[in-house]
């Protein structure tokens, strides 16, 4: 077991140095693979006897890690259903007035459906952050346009700061009984699907935007995360 978790130390650091090569000491969850390197190969440090006792709840923690991620893993290949009453868009961090990446490539997957489907109107979901010119919102509209989207086809709901109310004030345009695309990065898809079946939208489907090949592992990791604080959350009924 003490080489497995050196193995796994080693790799969680390498993980980190190519995340900071990459995209930046300030990418998003990215001291989570310093934190658990480094304590994956503490922990290989420890004696037979301690390790013995910890093998069932880090086993267990695994089993449960790769469940979800095989679930996560497997929504965003499920196609749109095409003729959507509404597509919605949920933010992601805007660089003063620029989409960042991932959010860019959820608009570029919303301007696509729409070419498909032009009696479709865009929700564009999303309000001010730090370091934001703008909302989410207007961003995301903005971007739109510039594609050649109509202007008129766009709505904004610009004061939402979660997925949770993303959904919820982006539903007030059609109610529950009307047909919703969400579009986001594949790795969020699960969760937003679910937070929008828990909000009683009746009829959902996902569009997953693609992602950073070098940060997907971050992102699917880091999701594991949200996905389990969501749940303890609506568990305990603050949600």
Not at 24 to 37: D, E, K, S, Y
Not at 38 to 53: H, Q, T, V
Not at 214 to 234: P, Q
Request: aromatic share 12%.
């Amino acid at each position: 077991m003490k080489i497995i978790l050196k193995t796994a130390g080693f790799f969680h650091l390498l993980y980190y140095g190519l995340i900071l090569c990459y995209a930046g000491i300030r990418t998003t969850f990215a001291g989570f693979w310093l934190a658990a390197g480094s304590g994956l190969i503490l922990m290989s440090a420890l004696p037979e006897k301690w390790l013995s006792f910890l093998k069932y709840p880090l086993g267990a923690g695994t089993a449960l890690f790769l469940i979800q991620e095989s679930r996560m893993v497997s929504g965003p290949r499920k196609k749109p259903e095409p003729g959507a009453d509404y597509v919605i868009v949920l933010g992601a961090q805007v660089k003063g007035r620029r989409p960042s990446r991932s959010l860019m490539r959820r608009i570029c997957a919303a301007a696509e459906y729409y070419r498909k489907n032009p009696e479709t109107e865009i929700i564009a979901s999303g309000g001010q952050g730090p370091g934001e010119a703008v909302t989410e919102a207007a961003c995301i509209r903005d971007t739109l346009v510039s594609m050649g989207v109509p202007k008129m086809k766009i709505l904004l709901e610009d004061q939402s700061v979660s997925t949770r109310e993303n959904l919820r004030y982006s539903m007030k345009f059609g109610g529950k009984d009307k047909s919703y695309v969400i579009v986001t990065n594949g790795f969020h898809l699960f969760r937003a699907m679910d937070t929008g079946r828990s909000l009683g939208m009746k009829h959902i489907s996902g569009l997953a935007a693609s992602s950073e090949p070098v940060l997907l592992l971050n992102y699917y990791v880091r999701e594991f995360f949200a996905w389990m604080y969501y749940n303890i959350m609506k568990w305990s009924g603050k949600i």
